[in-house]
Nanobody, 129 residues
């Protein structure tokens, strides 16, 4: 049973940057695909980015964050990060870290909530205009 703990959220002005961290424990981190999701007030939770456990840690992003956000991982620290640059007010929300074990090396990504059995508690990001 993996446990995930996010940190790094906060308040920032538009065009600013934040770096979110997520540390995993109790699971097989190196075999897990990791992802970030977010939930804005009054909206459903949505996919932000994912990084594969293998294939060189290849990544996949939601269109609105491409070129601004970067997901990365450090398997030695059981950690995944989300570097967020050029933040916009519409990036405001609670950001969640999620994990799932990858059982094969197929060339695809997991980007749906139901694909991920393990979740953190979330960290608030507020971007003011």
């Amino acid at each position: 049973q993996a446990q995930l703990a996010e940190s790094g959220g906060g308040w920032v002005q538009a065009e600013g940057s934040l770096r979110l961290s997520c540390v995993a424990s109790g699971g097989t981190f190196s075999r897990s695909d990791m992802a970030w999701f977010r939930q804005a007030p009054g909206k459903e939770r949505e996919f932000v980015a994912t990084i594969r456990s293998s294939a060189g840690g290849s990544t996949y992003y939601e269109d609105s964050v491409k070129g601004r956000f970067t997901i990365s991982r450090d398997n030695a620290k059981n950690a995944v990060y989300l570097q967020m640059n050029s933040l916009k007010p519409e990036d405001t929300g609670v950001y969640y870290c999620a994990a799932r074990i990858r059982y094969n090396s197929g060339n695809y990504y997991f980007y749906k909530e139901e694909d991920y059995p393990w979740w953190g508690q979330g960290t608030q990001v507020t971007v003011s205009s």
